[in-house]
């Protein structure tokens, strides 16, 4: 019985290590050639510009900056684009097929509800 609660327990500290901050996050959206790209700067807790328009099946290339710690930028019901490590830059690819509003949010635990939230109008 201990045996098995400290394998469990190894188990679940590799678990959370190799997680991090991004657990069940994917790597950034392949962007494509020729993709128009939008400069998103992310600090805490707030994206700049936190509004954003493009064109219906427009390929977009998200370039997120981080000023400080880890973010990302995730569509809500679209999945992560893009996550950065702080002081970095990163790219992410992005088509919205419909015209209409998205929410985009950082996911990293309490930024969304600090603030960390934006819109894009896809028209």
């Known amino acids: 019985m201990r045996r098995s609660v400290a394998l469990l327990v190894a188990c679940l500290i590799a ?4 997680a991090g901050s991004h657990a069940g996050a ?8 020729g993709a128009r790209k939008i400069k998103v ?5 707030e994206f700049g510009p936190d ?7 427009e390929n977009i290339a998200i370039v997120l900056h981080s000023k400080d710690g ?9 999945g992560l684009v893009v996550k950065v490590s702080g002081g970095k830059t990163a790219k992410g690819g992005l088509r919205l097929a419909k015209p209409g509003k998205y929410t ?3 996911s990293i635990p ?4 600090a603030g960390m939230v934006g819109t894009i109008t896809a028209s």
Do not use: M, Q, W
């Open 15 to 18: 678990f959370a290590a190799s």
């Open 26 to 33: 994917s790597s950034d959206a392949p962007v494509k050639a």
């Open 41 to 45: 700067e992310a600090s805490n807790f």
């Open 51 to 57: 509004k954003i328009k493009v064109r219906a099946r």
């Open 70 to 78: 880890p973010h990302d930028f995730t569509l809500e019901h679209g």
């Open 104 to 106: 985009f949010f950082c």
């Open 110 to 113: 309490g930024h969304r509800a």
